[in-house]
């Protein structure tokens, strides 16, 4: 099973993309997860840049969306919105068929965001038919560094909270897949 995980933020030293590290580090081996944490390289969308003009570097992010057979989403929340970079993603894969029915669920690294987590939703249940709202976790890392969160993130306590999700996501994207054979 195929995971893309996808990083709302462009900060270095992201509490979001530290979370989705650690849940690579954590995913059991018959998840391959990947982490994309590169919004920042992707520009602005533009319909005029699509087919024959679409850059290169949103051909390689395309495909590794198309590649994937589930999206795992972490985002900070910025002035009650959604991060600007983060739309800029969506708006590239929603002007494709790869994200139509693409299985995604929401991850959170933080205790507060929760309007930016209304709009996402949104967002993400019009774009996907396979956005899963009620597979959710959440787990607040305001204040702490990267390494602190790794390190966090690997004890049980953590890893009890983790591994279910994960194997949750896997299982409606099993069911997913088996609905179309």
Known sequence: MKILAISGSTREASTNTALLRAMKDIAPSSIEFSVFDQINTLPIFSPD????????????????????DGIIISSPEYIRCIPGGLK????????RTEIIDKPIVLVHASSRGDDMLV???RVLSTVSSNFFEDL??????????????????QTEQYKSQI???????VSE???Y????E
């Open 49 to 68: 840049d699509e087919g024959e003009k679409t850059p290169a570097v949103v051909v390689e992010f395309i495909k590794s969306v198309s590649a994937s």
């Open 88 to 95: 800029n993603v969506i708006d590239w894969m929603v002007s």
């Open 119 to 121: 709009s996402l939703r």
């Open 136 to 153: 959710f976790l959440r787990i607040s890392l305001l204040s702490k560094s990267p390494e602190q969160i790794i390190e966090m993130l």
């Open 163 to 169: 591994t279910p999700f994960l194997l949750s996501f």
């Open 173 to 175: 994207i099993q069911k």
């Open 177 to 180: 897949q088996d609905q179309l």
